[in-house]
């Protein structure tokens, strides 16, 4: 559905249509790294990694809006994930983009 390089270029990332983002190693061509939600009526299908990849932010198809620290994932696993509901009368997201932060 989307995919982005991530911001150190290391690793192709994709997001597929059951919300699960693979990261792809780029010499190897296979994924090294998989983050899976149980939630499939999220309908993810747009993402994108914070400069310092800390965090990546994902939409779709309803009114949720899922955003994951990974800032210890390559390393432990652990990740920490929080979900939003858009306001009132928003459905959905066609397109997601981190803003660039100050650090």
């Not at 192709?12 to 499939?40: H, M, V």
């Amino acid at each position: 559905m989307d995919s982005n390089f991530t911001p150190d270029g290391s690793m192709l990332a994709t997001l597929f249509r059951d919300s699960s983002i693979y990261f792809w190693n780029l010499n190897t061509f296979e994924a090294d790294f998989k983050i899976s939600t149980t939630e499939k009526e999220l309908q993810l299908t747009c993402f994108d990694f914070s400069r310092n990849m800390h965090h990546i932010v994902a939409a779709g198809k309803t009114s949720f809006i899922v955003k994951w620290d990974i800032s210890n994932y390559f390393g432990s696993g652990h990740i920490l994930r929080e979900v939003f509901k858009l306001p009132e009368g928003f459905h959905s997201v066609k397109k997601i983009k981190y803003l660039p932060d100050s650090l």
